[in-house]
Structure formats: C-alpha cells, structure tokens
C-alpha cells in the first residue's frame, strides 16, 4: 500500500472496551488504515502524573495504583482476561509501583516520562487484543524504535530525520502488510530513554508518523463531530464547520481550540497531508476535514477562546529613538524558554501577552526584567481570537467586532500580522459572554 491512513484514537476514545470496540468498527470499515495511533485511557494519564509527582504518602500511592488498576481491570475483564495479556498488563502495573516509589524518593524528568508513558503501552496492548477477538489482525508496534527525540523530557522535540529514515526501515514495511497499533505521545532519546511529547502530544505524533510514511490521510478521532465555530459549551448555537483550510485550524489549534494540539499540523502541510477530525462516538455524523484550500473563505468562520492569560508591560524611557532594547528583553525570554504571543509597542513601552505564563513567569524571570525597566504583571485574562479570511484587507471588521463589545474593556489588540486572525485580551470573568455576542453578531446560523 504506497498511500495508507493514519488513524489516531484519543484517550476518551479507548477510555474502555465499548469505545475501544467503536474504534476498531471505525478500522473495519476503513481497510486504507493501517496505522493506529493511540492516547492512553481516559483518566490513565493523570493517574500516572500524579504519582510521577513523588508528592504522595504511601497510602495515597496505593489509592492511585487501584484506581488505575481498575480502568485496566475493566478491560481485561471485557476480554475474559486473556492470560499473557493479563500478565503483561499485571507487570507494567507492577513496573508503574516501583517507579513511583522512586518517584516519591528522588523525583525526576526522565522518571516522569518513563512513568507517564505506561499509560500508551498499556491501552495499545489492550487494543490489539480486542481488534484480534474480533477477527481483525493486527500487530502492536512499539513507537520508541522509530520517534526519535531531544532529551527534553516533559516536552522532547521529535529528530524529523531520524523519524523518516526510522520509519521507512521499521514501519513502514508493517503497514505495507497489515493493520499497526502504537503509541502517541511518546519517544525515546538518543540513548534510549523514554522521552514524552508533552500533553497533546498524541496529535503530533500521528501527524509526524504520516508524514514520515507519505499518508493519504490524517484522521483525528476523538469525543466531538469535527471543529465547531467556537466551543459549543460556551455557545449553544456552535456548529461543525465540514471544511477548513490549514491556516485557519492552525490559527483556531494556536488559540485556544481544545480539539486539536497546535503542533498537529506542521507535519501536515509540509506534505499537503488532509486531516480529518471525527468523533469516535458517532462516526455517522462526520466531522471536519482540514485542506490545503477551501472553496469557501468566509470572512468570519470561527472564535477561539484561551484562558489563563498573563500580560506583561514594559517600560523605559531609554526604548525612545533607541535600539537593543526589544532583543535584550526577548532574549532574557528566550534563555528562561518562555514563549510569547500577542505584542503591542509604543514609544517608551512594550506589552506582551504569555499563555499559562503565571507558572512561567517566576521571580528569577521578573527581578531579571525588572534590571531593564519598569515591569507591571496582569493576571485574570483571557485571548479572544475571530478567526476568518482576509480580515486585514477588508474594510469595517473592527467596527462589527467593536460594536458587538460595545460596553466590554477590551485590554490589548493584534490585528493586521495576519489576514486570518483578529486578536484581543479580555478579563477572564467576561470572556465566555464576550464569545457568546461575537457568535451572535459575526457567526449566525
């Protein structure tokens, strides 16, 4: 098969045998699949989280070690514990006790990437057994030979090149032959150490394991029909956009869009690979397909909304008719690896915006910035970004955002970078009424 589909299942998706079972209907009835990608089992990552942490007494271990227990329990109970597949399972569980003793001991990086991994290489065994009873070969694969990564364990870049020549040697053969269950979200370094891709991860991994094997398809499975035009728990009104091109999703995925991680799509335009984004629940109801180019281009297509937005202000008079100042501050940002979005300047001041940057933004970092100018933090706030088309270029989209916002304190605007993004800070406390008018005014049915 010179073009197969990649399938990634996410973690409510195989969060037990039902929906594992959903899943592989989806495979059977999609014979060009032969690569699965999956999550862990809902609830199984932050189970392994927790007790990679070492913050827990030995008591608390055991009730977190039960409770994940039970979810794989219930599986194997579904398969009629099968007994290699119940001792296998059985000695990860145990493998997962002895790191997290070492964990409460001398927590570390690496040994909470080994521990979190567990999750995957449990719910890929589990799958494969399941496909298996139900008539579908299939061979578990595991992603470590062929996802290269960095040793920056919680969040390892993946090595593109080694990934390609990887996959060609090793997967790519298998998937030639038969259906392939692995894992997302998880690599390994160079000297062999589980690394993870961090949260979200599982999308990327897909992303980049087709492109490495030149796919048809991309097919993101996960708990809602497609991409809507905001989030429908915010907006009743929301509704499944069929079709989107890949600037819009990246621009939707980088600003708050819950349904796919921002890095998913890199891979996928660089080698003009569609994604689908489906929910594994009900398959009929299809879901949102991700192109190069849409036909259609509508001014306003959908909001996005990320909370837990932190804005900086600096000030100096020495920024006035001078030079170096702009590169001093972001490269103090840079060595601290803390990432910025929206910026604003003026003559003597700049404003920055940081997502989740209260956890980033320790002392070291503020005394560190506070040696260059005046520096003012502003917590409580959230992104609100309208995405759409050619929006710089046409005239009276402010006004139609601004009227709708008539009485809301709007604190920062970033228009004009991009044609697909309009982008402002709100307070935190308003920003669900604030996408609730915008779909309103901008985005009706």
Not at 56 to 69: T, V
Not at 104 to 123: F, T
Request: hydrophobic share 45%; glycine share 6%; charged share 20%.
């Amino acid at each position: 098969m010179n073009q197969p589909v990649v399938a990634k299942f996410g973690g409510t998706s195989v969060a037990d045998a039902d929906a594992m079972s959903r899943c592989a209907a989806i495979l059977e009835q999609h014979p060009a699949t032969r690569l699965a990608v999956l999550s862990a089992s809902s609830g199984v990552t932050n189970l392994l989280v927790a007790l990679a942490s070492g913050e827990h007494n030995p008591s608390q271990r055991a009730e977190l070690l039960q409770q994940l227990a039970a979810i794989q329990h219930g599986i194997l109970d579904s398969l009629e514990r099968p007994e290699m597949l119940t001792r296998h399972i059985e000695e990860i569980l145990n493998h997962i006790k002895e790191l997290a003793d070492s964990a409460a001991i001398s927590p570390s990086k690496p040994l909470h990437d080994e521990i979190v991994a567990q999750g995957e290489l449990m719910s890929t065994r589990l799958f494969v057994e399941l496909l298996r009873r139900r008539g579908t070969p299939a061979v578990w694969f595991d992603v470590r030979k062929v996802m290269r990564t960095d040793d920056r364990f919680n969040r390892a870049t993946p090595d593109l090149a080694a990934l390609a020549n990887a996959v060609t040697e090793e997967l790519k053969p298998l998937c030639d032959r038969q259906l392939v269950v692995t894992q997302g979200f998880i690599g390994a370094a160079n000297d062999g150490r589980t690394t993870t891709l961090g949260r979200g991860g599982s999308d990327f991994s897909a992303a980049l394991l087709g492109e490495a094997l030149g796919a048809a398809a991309v097919e993101i499975w996960t708990d809602v029909p497609g991409i809507y035009t905001t989030d429908p728990r915010l907006v009743n009104e929301a509704r499944a956009i069929p079709e989107i091109s890949f600037s819009e999703a990246s621009e939707m995925a980088t600003f708050g869009a819950k349904v796919l991680h921002p890095a998913t799509l890199q891979p996928a335009v660089r080698r003009q690979i569609p994604v689908f984004v489906g929910s594994s629940k009900a398959p009929e109801a299809g879901g949102t397909w991700i192109r190069n180019s849409t036909p259609s281009q509508p001014l306003f297509r959908a909001l996005a909304l990320r909370r837990n937005q932190v804005l900086l202000t600096l000030t100096s008079q020495s920024m006035f008719q001078a030079h170096g100042f702009l590169a001093e501050v972001f490269g103090i940002l840079a060595r601290h690896k803390i990432s910025v979005d929206l910026i604003s300047t003026s003559e003597i001041s700049v404003s920055l915006t940081l997502d989740s940057g209260a956890e980033l933004l320790t002392q070291e970092v503020q005394d560190e910035l506070a040696r260059h100018c005046h520096l003012k933090v502003e917590k409580g706030l959230a992104l609100v970004a309208l995405i759409g088309n050619r929006m710089s270029e046409s005239g009276g989209t402010a006004t139609r955002v601004f009227q709708a916002l008539a009485d809301v304190n709007i604190r920062m605007i970033c228009y004009g970078a991009s044609p697909h993004n309009f982008c402002f800070l709100v307070a935190e406390d308003v920003a669900g009424q604030v996408i609730a008018d915008l779909h309103r005014e901008l985005l009706p049915a």
